[in-house]
C-alpha cells in the first residue's frame, strides 16, 4: 500500500490549504509510469479530482489518489519530503515498484525525485 512519511503530509497539507477553494480540500494524485526509452520508473503528483476508477487512500485527513494503471507501480511505495542537500528539501519516492511480468524491468526501482 501506498504511504506517506509525516514529513511529505506536512508539506502536501500546508499547500493544499493554499489551493482549497469552495469545493473543500483538493487531493492528492501520485502516479507512476515506466518510461518508454529506457524502462525507468518516473513518477508524478499533484492535485486533481476524483476519477471514477481511483483507488482513494486517507493518510493523515489528506486523500490521496492513485489510478488503476498506477496501483501496481506504486505497491508498498512510501513518499518521503526529505533535505537531499543542505538546504535543498525534495518529495522523494522511496521502496515498491511491483512490475507486472509483461512490463520492462523497472531497474531503480529504490526511489526517485519528483
Known sequence: MFALTPAAAEQILRAAGEQADSRGRPMLRVAAKLDEDDGELVYGMGFDEKREDDLIIDSGGLG??????SQPLLA???????????????????????VPSAEKSCGSCGGGCS
Open 64 to 69: 490521496i489518489l492513485i489510478s488503476p494503471h
Open 76 to 98: 508498498d511505495t512510501t513518499l518521503d519530503f526529505t533535505e537531499v542537500q543542505p538546504g535543498e528539501f525534495q518529495f522523494i519516492f522511496r521502496g515498491g515498484c511491483t
